[in-house]
Nanobody, 118 residues
Framework: QVQLVESGGGLVQAGGSLRLSCAVS????????MAWFRQAPGKERDFVAA????????YYADSVKGRFTISRDNAKNTVYLQMNSLKPEDTAVYYC???????????WGQGTQVTVSS
């Protein structure tokens, strides 16, 4: 059973940076495309960024383009989200997501809180 564990959230001032990590258990990490989503209080969960299984392709929501960078280390079974120039509107619980290329499994982590103060 693949499990995702996020870390790296916290409180930061506007303009600051944070790096989120998502550690993935299991031996089939490269079977999964990975993504980050976020959910602010009272709002739906929104797409933030995604990365292909090889790491060659990345995708971003318009709201974070140029500020956030998604990456993965397949040797460490970990995906990262580097967040720079943070804004108060980036405040949310950030969730890691893994989607299996072969069996369609869609797995979520427990989330990590990011709070950006103005």
């Amino acid at each position: 059973q693949v499990q995702l564990v996020e870390s790296g959230g916290g409180l930061v001032q506007a303009g600051g940076s944070l790096r989120l990590s998502c550690a993935v258990s299991g031996r089939t990490f490269t079977n999964y495309a990975m993504a980050w989503f976020r959910q602010a209080p009272g709002k739906e969960r929104d797409f933030v960024a995604a990365i292909s299984r090889s790491g060659d392709s990345t995708y971003y929501a318009d709201s974070v383009k140029g500020r956030f960078t998604i990456s993965r280390d397949n040797a460490k079974n970990t995906v990262y989200l580097q967040m720079n120039s943070l804004k108060p509107e980036d405040t949310a619980v950030y969730y890691c997501n893994a989607r299996n290329r072969y069996n369609g499994a869609n797995i979520w982590g427990q989330g990590t809180q990011v709070t950006v103060s103005s």
